[in-house]
């Protein structure tokens, strides 16, 4: 079956991260996040995918190439300027291998869903467009969906952009009860596509199924069941980071399991013990050198170095960083080739790509 997966957004939100690579493919546990989409789609037949890009585009097709890495046909539908959400879609149609139906993905969402029975619904049901959907607590900043009993879509309310960063900048906002939202996952019908306007910005959300809608042109929604984390942000980026690693979902992290706690990638060497109720990950070719105190949730990328009498408590460390003796970190990420000098004590911080911190410098609060 034929998917697109649409991944052209900024990741503000990731800012410095995602100056230097697209938010899709921001590593979670040493593997992009693209990646888990692919083998999830990949599982359910999915075995030729267009990658609706815009920004860094290039970043994202040198990663995949033609996809036999990955067993998967894949094209690549660069978008000059973003088409919002159906925009992309049309723009991509142009690069499938044949007219039939299409699953979308956004290309944001961590999850484990079967998708293979969300397809199945929307063949049952002879469907035109088919929307994967998950309960969450309301209030939220998501496309929220009514359905009648026969699962047809009767409502969306999607929040506008300003509603979206309030709510996502205020987390402890009082529940008020469960919403179905869209999950951003669709099986979609080539005539649905071939209905989107060409040339310009459009939005599925606000647009294409609000007709939809209006007009009663077939489109459903699913309630799926298991595991979904749209990661908007850093705080989603922790909780798949650590969902992934504890085991909470069927998402698997890369890599095998050394020793309680601890998944190690090709080459990795882990000379440190763990403290108690550790859970690390360790890319390829890393090495943790004896005497180093991993705490809480670490993530150390391919290629990094810790040297001895080093503390990372919840921290994560993308490919080629350099952690001299004796630095002391917690809740930090640090970016590709960041070195963090003998003595550094660093609190709450997000460091950009190639920094180099001096020896003894103290960053961030509490220390
Ligand atoms: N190629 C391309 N071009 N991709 C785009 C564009 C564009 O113009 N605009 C957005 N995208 C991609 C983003 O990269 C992301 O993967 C996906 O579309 C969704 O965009 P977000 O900006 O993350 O939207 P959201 O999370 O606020 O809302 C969407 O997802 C929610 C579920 O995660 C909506 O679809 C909501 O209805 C939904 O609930
Ligand atoms: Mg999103």
Redesign the pocket.
């Known amino acids: 079956m034929q998917g697109i ?5 900024f ?1 503000t939100r990731f800012r410095p991260l995602t100056y230097t690579r697209p ?2 493919l921001m590593p979670i546990l040493n593997r992009p996040l693209l990646e888990y989409q692919v083998a999830l789609l990949k599982a359910h037949g999915v075995d030729e995918i267009v990658f ?3 920004y860094m585009a290039e970043a994202i097709e040198n990663h995949f190439g033609d996809g036999s890495r990955f067993g998967v046909k894949m094209r690549y539908a660069r ?1 000059e300027q ?4 159906a ?2 879609i049309r723009n ?1 149609a142009a690069s499938l291998w044949r007219r039939e139906a299409v699953v979308v993905f ?4 961590v999850t484990d869903f079967d998708l293979s029975a969300i397809i199945a619904q929307h063949r049952q049901r002879g469907a035109r467009a088919t929307i994967a959907l998950k309960a969450v607590p309301s209030p939220n ?3 929220v969906i009514d359905l009648d009993a026969d699962g047809r879509v009767l409502a969306w309310r ?1 929040p506008t ?1 300003e509603q ?1 960063k309030a709510l996502a900048a205020n987390p402890n906002i009082e529940q008020t009860g469960w919403d179905y ?4 996952f669709y099986v979609l019908e080539p005539e649905v596509i071939e209905s989107i306007p060409e040339g310009r ?1 459009v939005s ?2 606000r647009e294409i199924y609000p007709r939809m809608i209006e007009h009663g042109e077939g489109l459903y929604g699913v309630p799926a069941e298991g595991y979904w984390v ?1 990661v ?1 942000g850093p705080s989603h980026y922790w909780r798949v980071t650590n969902d992934i690693l504890r085991g909470r979902t069927k998402v698997a992290p890369p890599g095998t399991p050394q020793a309680e706690g601890l998944w190690c990638m090709k080459g990795a060497e882990v000379r440190a013990t763990l403290d108690a109720g550790a859970t690390v990950h360790v890319g390829e070719n890393a090495i943790v050198e004896e005497g180093v105190h991993l705490r809480g949730t670490v993530v150390i990328g391919a290629g990094c170095h810790i040297a001895r009498g080093s503390v990372l408590e919840d921290c994560v460390l993308l490919e080629g960083v350099r952690i001299e003796e004796g630095a002391d970190l917690t809740r930090v990420i640090c970016d590709r080739d960041v070195v963090i000098s003998a003595g550094c004590r660093i609190v709450d911080a997000v460091i950009a790509a190639g920094t180099c911190i001096r020896r003894e410098s103290r960053l961030g609060t509490n220390w």
């Open positions: 997966i649409i991944a052209g957004g990741g938010k899709p609706a890009t815009n978008e973003p088409l919002g959400t925009g992309a991509a956004n290309g944001d969402v900043p998501y496309g999607e952009e979206k939202i869209n999950a951003g910005i599925i959300e749209d908007a």
